[in-house]
């Protein structure tokens, strides 16, 4: 949880102004890639690489 705790707060920074809404779900997809959905459905896969997070 606190890897997702961290992707979220990472990626929420990387706005002036979030555009997704809350967090709605937090779940494993079948690759192991995190993957968390937000309020308005729009869905994010995040992984820990170089160093940083990467979300696509």
């Known amino acids: 949880m606190e890897f997702a705790e961290e992707c979220i707060r990472v990626h929420m920074g990387a706005f002036d102004a979030w555009p997704y809404g809350s967090v709605k779900k937090i ?27 990467t979300w696509w």
């Open 27 to 53: 779940e494993v997809d079948g690759d192991g890639d995190l993957r968390i959905t937000y309020a308005d459905g729009m869905y994010w896969r995040y992984k820990e690489e170089n160093g940083g997070i």
